[in-house]
């Protein structure tokens, strides 16, 4: 596994007139060529740590595998000096990705690329159905979540720089939790935590984000059977728009003790 962080000395500065020199940690962001079969797919730019994670969650996102014996191996690439290619081999009978997805440009940290054009296209590909899951929470439960996730957050308490996803149960208990410089990363990172470790469909969870609620990140909860996604920030509405459809319940600005409920009311004991 690579480096996580880097220090980097930095000219610290305050409107008063002081000034001083000081080391500074970075998270580390570095780019992972995915390869299935030794053909290339994509390029993600990532923070390096639980790579298998990642792209088995990727992969099962755009619908390639569904579970982990649709794996056959996983291995970095030996012609490169550094473990950053990753090649996957997938099981016999598992149809290798479309040609459609191969993506010849680098996917930023900033944002993911969703394979999907549609709502509509995305309804036809569920691998789980999440609108029946008997999931009930309460506002005091999630208003802990943020605290719980940040409290995990180790990488980000040296940098401050990487975005976070955890999986709940349903007494508030962390299950995984993951750190990217990329939103999409860290929660790929967990659905490929639980997809290789044969927890697919995730009843019964919450998926807690650290910042916005976006249409992709949305659509890889649904893909994982999640029915609950909630997050910090504000969701987009495409992702409201996906939740309602799918049956999830959306849950955004959750700080302190407030939050906003877009979708799926009914899970909450009020």
């Not at 919450?206 to 909630?230: D, I």
């Not at 799926?264 to 004991?269: I, L, P, S, Y």
């Given at each position: 596994m690579g480096r996580i962080t880097v220090r980097r000395p930095v000219l610290r500065l305050s409107t008063s007139g002081t000034r001083g020199r000081r080391p500074d940690t970075l998270a580390v962001e570095e780019p992972l060529e995915i390869r299935v079969a030794g053909k290339p797919l994509t390029i993600t730019m990532r923070t390096p740590g639980h790579d298998f994670d990642l792209v088995a969650g990727f992969l099962a996102a755009e619908g390639v595998i569904s579970g982990a014996d649709d794996l056959a191996t996983m291995r970095y690439c030996a012609d490169t000096e550094e473990q950053n290619t990753l090649d996957v081999v997938l099981a016999p009978g598992v149809a290798p990705p479309d040609d459609s997805m191969t993506r010849a440009f680098t996917t930023t940290s900033a944002c993911g690329v969703c394979g999907k054009s549609s709502i509509e296209a995305l309804r036809a590909d569920r691998p789980y159905e999440v609108a029946g899951d008997p999931l009930r929470i309460t506002p005091g439960l999630l208003a802990e979540l943020p605290g719980r996730l940040r409290e995990a957050q180790r990488v980000?308490?040296?940098?401050?720089?990487?975005?976070?996803?955890?999986?709940?149960?349903?007494?508030?208990?962390?299950?995984?939790?993951?750190?990217?410089?990329?939103?999409?990363?860290?929660?790929?990172?967990?659905?490929?935590?639980?997809?290789?470790?044969?927890?697919?469909?995730?009843?019964?969870?919450?998926?807690?984000?650290?910042?916005?609620?976006?249409?992709?990140?949305?659509?890889?909860?649904?893909?994982?059977?999640?029915?609950?996604?909630?997050?910090?920030?504000?969701?987009?509405?495409?992702?409201?728009?996906?939740?309602?459809?799918?049956?999830?319940?959306?849950?955004?600005?959750?700080?302190?003790?407030?939050?906003?409920?877009?979708?799926?009311?009914?899970?909450?004991?009020?």
């Open positions: 980000f308490d040296r940098t401050g720089g990487l975005h976070a996803a955890g999986l709940f149960d349903a007494g508030g208990g962390l299950l995984a939790l993951r750190e990217d410089v990329g939103r999409h990363n860290a929660v790929d990172k967990v659905i490929g935590w639980a997809l290789r470790q044969g927890r697919l469909p995730l009843t019964g969870t919450v998926l807690m984000v650290s910042g916005r609620a976006s249409f992709e990140l949305t659509q890889k909860a649904m893909t994982a059977g999640v029915p609950v996604l909630a997050a910090v920030s504000a969701p987009s509405s495409l992702a409201v728009e996906l939740a309602e459809d799918a049956g999830m319940t959306l849950v955004g600005f959750l700080r302190g003790e407030t939050m906003n409920v877009y979708t799926g009311a009914e899970r909450f004991d009020l």
